[in-house]
């Protein structure tokens, strides 16, 4: 018993239809833009395949290798046989490696839509075609020109028969025939080597140059002796005044048949340069992962009071930025990255009040009460998903615009997906080893290559920074140490909400496969279990905060590690950070000691306290320079006159008065102890310490005010939201329910129907019948049980196509198994379009 095979599809829609539910499956996860909304059947879903925006979205996610075959394809005949493409990939040597890995690509190409056909027809969209085929205004990728027939349309008949009598075939009756005749010689590889035999070298020469493209030339109105032959014999095809081209089919003999110059069926391999034991990987790490969290919460002190205003515009202004550089001892682009990083963890934002400034948020006040693995799990979280991207604070955009941090129009969608990509490649190394940056990125441009169909360089070199800036900023916040990935770099990867899957090591030479592509995000929950594991495995590499510190006789004092809160606290407040590192060093100043009387401590509050945590005896010298500046603070009185100056003692008035100094100040003696100012009161505080003395302001009662920071906080706020990078991923019941909608669409709109006097009805178009036939047609297949096919519309205005078995007509509802749904259901006969007879096959 024989089996006949199944017909040759004759469209993009027939292919479609004959794929099983896992094929279209398939389909939709590579493209979701195609069930956005959700088509009615497969004839639009191959309709919405073709569109320009689809492809292009298709074509920029494919690897180097897959779209080399779609642009041999592009070069190909329509159809072409899979033979014919085999030629092009792998050229007259016929490459072991092309060879092994075709089927792949074209695989890869068929499961996108992006391909259509069975071997001997193997057909690329149109809209494929027409984006990667050559043409003067896009050349091809491939390098190649267009074919003799395409070169030679605008012609006169005259000049294609002097062609083919010049290379020797014999006149036809028309050009068309002609044509033929020479794109049969120019694709025969004996006659067209024979005849290339007989050019002149430096005619060859002139070939050579043209033949890896562009295949555009220029040529003056009499051309020189080596051009002239070629013109002649249609080796060069004139395509404008002064413009000559290379036939794709003289230029292809010359390639040995190869449509590209390199093709890449392999990935880059991505191999340690250097191997690290991975103790030392996880404590550098560690390290680095501890410094993120001391300068997050030094750029948050920093703006505790209220940070830098907001631009008009949005955004931190470029000397703001500066200061903020300068505060945290880094650079300005490592500046912008932790103040992005602390926006989108939600640790701050701006505001909103009438001059808006930038503050932190309540949440910061919660997240630096949590542990230290837990406030690092948290800031690596939010970083992975970000679309806010640091690196390109600085730059201009599209409007030549400055691009500011915390400002518009940093959000690059591809970022999550690249950020993720490189820290997946990472993960495939051994333990401890760091690959080089350049065969990173090298990767990165194999699967995604640099030149799109539409020659976008500047987003895919944006690709390519973005691969920099990740390797970069995953060094700055502890996920890799010395260039490799940590053990919780590693269990952190798994909470990532975007890019490729894990364990895509150095690739197999043997066995080349797709470029993989973006999973489903992970759940909730799944992503809690993965920070709550990266978090356990830091948690013991992260130092313990001490309780003490060194004092030192040089008013310094030695933090050797990170510090208890309280303690760190009061010393911040009690001395200036003058160094930091492994050990953070503190140096004792009059100001600072000023700062610390200012805040309500005394003299006895600030020996008692060092006495507590200081391994190391409070030396003499610190001790007398807290007692030096308690001894002045305070003598000296300021108040609000508009501002006034009391003492005690009427000698060190009469000094204030006799510096010159105070000129600025316009003092005049009110009393023997009282002078009066025409500055406010923190302009004549600040005046008074900058000449030397340690004045105190007061109340209108005469209480000294202790002047403690005011911490400014926002209204609480949410994180700002990553931009998507397309429509989402669907998951597996959205992919069940969206096949079953349009496999249910696409029956009722294919479904035989009987032959009627009406017109037939177009594509996709509803059956139209009066409210009568419409009645009598359901009633009679109630009686005879036959199925009907029927429009639909629902309550929302939603039109659909159904095919339903009437069981039940009454009370104006028409109860029957719908086939489309594989359920029972019941239908209001006003929203019933019409009807229609369904063949008796």
Not at 80 to 87: F, I, S, V
Not at 110 to 131: F, H, I, K, P, S
Not at 529 to 535: G, N, Q
Not at 761 to 768: C, D, K, N, V, Y
Request: glycine share 8%.
């Amino acid at each position: 018993m024989s089996t006949e095979d199944p017909p040759a599809p004759r469209s993009l829609a027939e292919a479609l239809r004959a794929r099983d539910d896992d094929s279209l499956a398939a389909l939709l996860r590579r493209r979701p833009d195609l069930i956005t909304p959700v088509p009615t059947d497969l004839t639009q879903l191959a309709t919405r395949a073709g569109t320009r925006a689809s492809v292009v979205r298709a074509l920029e996610r494919l690897d180097r290798f897959a779209l080399q075959t779609a642009e041999a394809l592009a070069v190909a005949g329509d159809p072409a046989t899979y033979g014919e493409l085999l030629g092009l990939m792998a050229g007259d040597t016929a490459d072991e490696t092309v060879v092994r890995a075709l089927p792949g690509a074209v695989a890869a190409l068929r499961e996108q839509a992006l391909v259509w056909g069975d071997d001997d027809r193997l057909r690329l969209v149109r809209t494929a075609r027409e984006l990667l085929a050559p043409s003067p205004q896009h050349p091809s990728p491939t390098g190649l020109g267009p074919s003799v027939r395409e070169a030679t349309a605008g012609m006169s008949p005259g000049r294609v028969q002097a062609i083919v009598s010049a290379v020797g075939l014999p006149s036809t009756h028309d050009s068309v025939s002609a044509v033929t005749a020479l794109t049969g010689l120019f694709t025969d590889r004996t006659q067209l080597g024979a005849l290339l035999g007989r050019a002149p070298a430096d005619s060859l020469d002139v070939l050579d140059r043209l033949v890896w493209g562009p295949p555009y030339g220029q040529v003056t109105a009499d051309p020189a002796p080596r051009l002239r032959w070629l013109l002649d014999r249609g080796l060069l095809l004139p395509t404008a005044p002064g413009t000559v081209v290379l036939p794709r089919e003289v230029a292809l003999h010359l390639r040995a048949g190869r449509a590209h110059r390199t093709p890449e069926p392999l990935p880059p391999a991505v191999e340690p340069a250097v191997t690290h034991r991975p103790q030392d990987v996880d404590a550098t790490a560690a390290g680095q992962a501890y410094t993120a969290l001391a300068t997050v919460e030094e750029l948050l002190k920093e703006w505790d009071e209220g940070g830098p205003a907001v631009l008009r515009a949005g955004g931190l202004s470029v000397r703001d930025l500066k200061r903020t550089a300068v505060a945290l001892d880094v650079a300005e682009p490592v500046a912008a990255f932790w103040v992005e990083l602390a926006y989108a963890a939600g640790l701050l934002a701006s505001d909103g009040e009438a001059d808006e400034r930038y503050a932190a948020t309540p949440a910061y006040d919660e997240w630096r009460e949590r542990p230290a693995a837990e406030r690092w799990a948290g800031l690596a979280e939010a970083w992975l998903p970000a679309t806010r991207t640091s690196g390109l604070v600085g730059g201009r955009d599209a409007k030549d615009r400055a691009l500011s941090a915390l400002g518009p129009g940093l959000d690059r969608s591809a970022a999550p997906e690249v950020r993720h990509r490189v820290l997946t490649l990472l993960a495939g190394l051994p333990e401890g080893g760091a690959p080089d940056a350049e065969a990173v990125l090298g990767r990165l441009r194999w699967e995604r290559p640099l030149r799109g169909p539409q020659g976008t360089a500047g987003e895919d070199d944006l690709r390519s920074r973005l691969g920099r800036w990740t390797l970069a900023e995953a060094e700055l916040l502890g996920v890799t140490g010395r260039g490799a990935l940590s053990a919780h770099g590693r269990a952190l990867l798994g909470a990532s909400p975007a890019g490729a899957p894990a364990g895509d090591g150095p690739a197999a030479p043997a066995e080349p496969t797709p470029a993989p592509h973006a999973p489903a995000p992970p759940s909730p929950p799944e992503q809690a279990v993965a920070v709550a594991a990266a978090a356990r495995l830091l948690a013991p590499l992260l130092p313990e905060p001490l309780d003490h510190v060194l004092l030192q006789a040089d008013l310094t004092a030695v933090a050797p590690g990170p510090l208890r809160r309280p303690l760190a606290d009061v010393l911040g407040v009690l001395a200036d950070v003058e160094s930091k590192g492994g050990a953070t060093v503190y140096r004792f100043t009059p100001a600072s000691v000023r700062r610390a009387l200012d805040a309500g401590r005394t003299a006895s509050d600030l020996h008692a306290f060092l006495a507590e945590h200081s391994r190391t005896p409070v030396p003499q010298p610190l001790a007398y320079l807290i007692d030096d500046v308690a001894r002045r603070h305070g003598r000296l009185r300021v108040g609000a006159a508009s501002a006034y100056v009391r003492c005690d003692d009427d000698a060190l008035l009469n000094e204030i008065l006799a510096d010159k100094r105070s000129a600025g100040l316009r003092l005049r003696r009110l009393a023997p102890t009282v002078l009066a100012a025409q500055a406010d009161p923190a302009a004549l505080l600040d005046g008074l310490r900058a000449m030397g003395f340690a004045p105190a302001a007061e109340s209108a009662e005469g209480d000294v005010l202790i002047a403690r920071a005011h911490a400014h906080r926002t209204p609480p706020r949410t994180a700002p939201e990553p931009v998507p990078d397309g429509p989402p991923v669907p998951d597996a019941t959205l992919l069940t329910a969206a096949i079953r909608a349009v496999r249910a669409g696409d029956l009722a709109s294919t479904a035989p129907r009987k032959p009627t006097d009406t017109a037939p009805l177009a594509p996709g178009e509803l059956p139209r019948t009066s409210s009568a036939e419409t009645l009598a047609t359901v009633q009679a297949a109630v009686l005879t049980g036959e199925a009907l096919w029927i429009g639909y519309v629902n309550a929302e205005g939603g039109a659909s196509q159904r095919v339903i078995a009437p069981v039940r007509v009454e009370g104006g509802f028409v109860t029957a198994y719908d086939h489309t749904a594989d359920e029972v259901r019941t239908y209001p006969l006003h929203r019933i379009t019409g009807v229609a007879e369904l063949a008796d096959e």
